[in-house]
């Protein structure tokens, strides 16, 4: 597959503007013209191009719950734009023979946003498609990362035993997949769920997963689980836990819950209260809910490219923001550390060679020690503490595989660190 | 029915803390217990006592749209507190003999959160129910007002002509009760509507238009209108416009349209550019929307009660902030030098004697030339100039009706305007 892509990149980064959602025109007028409206229960509101649009206005769709930044005033994100030199950049894209140029990446991988921090400072800013500086766009399973990140900080705080089964936070789980893990299995995606999140089969379980968490009526002769609580409770073993990596959303959903449970707080106002009304965010983040407000912690959170950079320099400084211990060191070295490589390598990600899963971030191992947030359709928080640097992307790709952008992205990235390491100063 | 209710105040002023939706726990617990869940397609979100914990979370219930409050610092909100003296402060309400304290009258309006300000000063700063500093409530027909607000300014800038047609901005509007009526007549709702908003009759129109622009799916079987701008078509004329004021709240949603077309901005975003994001507000303010991403003008919007508190002052100062002119003085002065007192009388407010409409705004043409924001279930801006004061309050009473609330708020407002002007300094 990714051969095939390859083949077709050139008419990729021409193709972006083609889709831009601001050119087609969606939601566009009062009222729309009904061949550029977006309405939620028609359903089609996440097929390409409407991703483009919908990816920046899902609380325009459906009820949502904020994770508020609080009342103070915004943390100065210092700025030293090296706008042209990075632009400027080649690198190799994975499996191809022509380098491509960081400016062509961005419209290759139909980027709606990327910053990048070095030292703290922002040297590369570029918006397009439906986001700019004051916009918010879907995390997607970025979302992940945030939720097993407040596991991490519950755990080093002894809030929250990542030795205990699951059961002990959440006893309703105890006849699901869940029932025998522990809660690290969970973090780590260790469990073995018989869960189908193949996007490209209409049968697959996440479509049911999706269906239990709309917040839309359900139909007079639905039968199905009707929260995202009642889902978790369906899920059955494919096998032992503690084995093999295996990514599944649900173990995300199932994280939510425990750490609501464990916590006391609703995981949105949870990490508003240990994080995004801490560190000086620009905006709100705000997550979608189910029909009784649960939030989808598997993948529904909204925020700023400004502020998941926030996010990723927080990451850097293990868990410090001025001067300040926002986090415990040890919930982000737990993560940044990485997982079991074995159990990672059973997954068959052949673009992720080495790499491991802890903590619901996804770990390189490289020379470098980067580590990431990642969501379909290309989002991706990247930290790379030898280089000192952070990487946030928002993007809109037609093609839901990382696989698909992986090959012109992960290269980049590197390539800029390099680049930043071997020039600190413009 | 006046007299009817002061007989149950001291009885009133108690059942506030009863019905206090923390208390009540409403939406409370992973999931909430079946009896305390709250849910938008079940209905009864805004039954009493369900509305005292819906009207701080209309986001988590249906689709919004928000008004951005931009990136900056929040503008400082100086604070002199005088809360025990305010407090204490005694006024006799409306029909009664015996007087109540500002305090009393705090629970017996079932008040979640109320603020005054004296020359720019927080004086007084009271939260309850399910509000907070932190939290927004909705404004319900207060929105009116910043819809009003908006038409003033862009009447005042030459962009809007108030003397012009309707049918000038939304040809759509021809053939409806609107299409013989001018932008003014709407601006000051003499428009002559048959439109029915008794609360209390279930076959009120109100309804109909609550059902054409709920996000929900229409029903298989739904033959009415689907939108606000297709409801807006449907209503029929009474009489002439321009004769009688009569408060409809479809002339909002018509004005919303009409402001959308004059300015091609969505009235969310049309709010965040010429007020909201440039007095320093503390939080993102939000609309409710239809199906199709039209804002509820008429009563849709939430914000926090020290944002409205500024927005009050910005009045007060006659569209300037900080040194600067954010809005045309002339579109303030507009509103607040009152409407047609005759128009007005023909409504039969008994409680509001010599009062005047404008612009959407409630002029009180009482001897400090005090007018207001008026929403149901008790939310209110005051702002008196020769007081230099300005109140907002947000409540969740029980009686949607104004008639029930105005006998033990308006003059409370006036015994502290009396209070802080006898007592200018602490």
Redesign the interface.
Known sequence: MIAALLVSLAALHTQAPVSDPQTLGW?DG???PEER?I???DGGFFDFPQLRWTVCHF????????T?R?????APLPVSLRQDDIDAIEFTPMGADAPMSWRQSFDANYTDGIIVLHHGRVVYERYAGCLD??GRHAAMSVTKSMVGLLAEVLVAEGVLDDSAPVTDYVPELAESAFGNASVRQVMDMTTSLDFNEDYSDPNADIFAHGAAGS???KPADFEGPR?Y?EFLQTVEPLGEPGVDFSYKTVNTDALG?II??ASGV?LPDLLSERIWSRIGM???A?FT?D????PFTGGGMSASLRDFARLGQLMLDEGRHEGEQIIPAAAVRSLAGGGDRTAFEAAGYTALEGWSYRGMWWVTHNAHGAYMARGVHGQAIYVDPTAHMVIVRFASHPNPFNAAIDPTSLPAYQAVAEYLMAAPEP
Not at 61 to 66: A, D, N
Not at 70 to 74: F, Q, S, T
Request: glycine share 10%; net charge neutral; charged share 20%.
């Open positions: 939601m009062f009222p729309p409206t309405r939620y229960p609380d325009q769709l459906m009820p949502t719950r904020r508020a609080g009342l103070g005033a915004p500086e004051g917040a839309l009526p929260t609580y819950w609501s449970r609703a620009d905006q709100d705000y809910v029909s009784i407000g649960t």
